[in-house]
């Protein structure tokens, strides 16, 4: 069995507050396997150069993915649309270079923080290069979540010239190469299915992790292997438990557990590097969360759902205008949350099985 089919799972409506709570719990599951998977970095990043560790987590991610490329396989790979599957990769992997320095160097909380300031930047993105519509609500949202990075930066002149950590701005530059991802990736969903996605970005990402290996190769220790090898396994361990929690409720209901992730990483820091909790990571903390729920609010209020009942004739013998609406709907750099937003369009019986 395929790992998108063991996030899947069918949702009995009768059961919903059930429902409700055990989404919960995978959400908050999934983040506590992606804050262990910053442990993992922080641990082999004392042996290992950054690119080592990124090309690593690439690999290890691309042979676990490997099944499900060959059992349903990408279909036809030519693209009319190089352009975009390459800026996906690169800002895709920039961000995963940013983000595992960020962690390698910062309290493991602000780390993940800063990594979580993805959805701050995507409407702004968004509203740029897609012409989005944009709601009210959604300036007061950008408002308050970028004041919650200031608390978090702490800018001070007499600190650095800049007024804040270098560090801390390649891991908020983090956020922003994830949100032109994401976007990118809503951007590639007009025209190309699932699987040629993931397909291009293992081999791009993968091309792109391998080149500073010529300069930065070191052979990994035996405990080095199995650290990269636990950052592989809890990504995609939490990716699953994400997903299937997205597939048991809303996102918009489950937006704000993603924030588990800075508790978990708070709560490690602590436990292992003796880091503490400063009252302005915490009014941060709370910041982006309003903020990053406000955004996504706005976002729907300015959607329209997918395939509502009122277009369903249209779409009637047409499932890949509803696959590609589901995966567009998703919003999301991995294959595993459109599959989510596809499993409940399939299980409507308003797509066909591939």
């Known amino acids: 069995m395929s790992l998108i089919a063991l996030a899947g799972g069918r949702r009995d409506h009768s059961r919903r507050p059930q429902s409700l709570l055990l989404g919960a719990a995978f959400i908050v599951l999934g983040e506590c396997c992606f804050a262990s998977m910053g442990v993992c970095i922080r641990i082999v990043s004392a042996e290992l150069p950054n690119a080592m560790v990124v090309f690593g987590r690439n690999l290890i991610g691309l042979m676990l993915l490997a099944p499900w490329l060959l059992r349903h396989g990408v279909g036809d790979v030519k693209t009319r649309v190089p352009g975009l599957h390459l800026l996906r990769a690169v800002a895709g992997v920039a961000a995963m270079y940013c983000f595992f320095h960020a962690i390698a160097e910062l309290p493991l909380a602000e780390a993940m923080l ?4 993805a959805p701050i930047f ?8 897609l012409h989005e519509r944009v709601a009210s609500l959604l300036w007061v949202a950008l408002g308050i979540g970028f004041a919650g990075v200031i608390l978090i930066l702490e800018p001070d002149p007499s600190r650095h010239w800049a007024g804040v950590s270098p560090v801390a701005l390649i891991g908020l530059l983090g956020g922003v190469l994830a949100a032109v991802a994401k976007v990118t990736v809503r951007r590639l969903s007009h025209s190309e299915p699932i699987g040629r996605i993931v397909f291009y970005f293992a081999l791009i990402g993968g091309s792109i992790s391998a080149l500073p290996l010529f300069w930065n190769w070191q052979m990994p220790s035996p405990s080095a292997l199995l650290w990269l090898l636990g950052i592989g396994i809890a990504a995609t361990l939490g990716q699953l438990a994400l997903t299937r929690g997205l597939s048991l409720a809303p996102a918009s209901r489950m937006g704000a557990f993603g924030y588990f992730s800075v508790v978990f990483g708070a709560g490690y820091g602590w436990l292992f590097w ?4 400063t009252l302005s990571l915490l009014l941060g903390t709370l910041l982006i969360a309003v903020g990053g729920l406000l955004a996504s609010r706005s976002r729907r209020l300015e959607t329209t759902p997918i395939c509502q009942p009122s277009a369903r004739a249209d779409l009637a013998g047409k499932p890949a205008v509803c696959e590609r609406l589901a995966y567009e709907h998703a919003g999301e750099h991995t294959g595993e ?3 989510a937003g596809l499993n409940r369009l399939r299980r409507g019986g308003m797509t066909s099985s591939p």
Not at 122 to 129: G, M
Not at 274 to 277: A, I, N, Q, V
């Open 114 to 117: 800063l990594k979580l300031t």
């Open 122 to 129: 995507i409407p702004l993105i968004a509203i740029a290069w």
């Open 274 to 277: 003796d880091e503490p909790l």
């Open 337 to 339: 949350h459109a599959a």
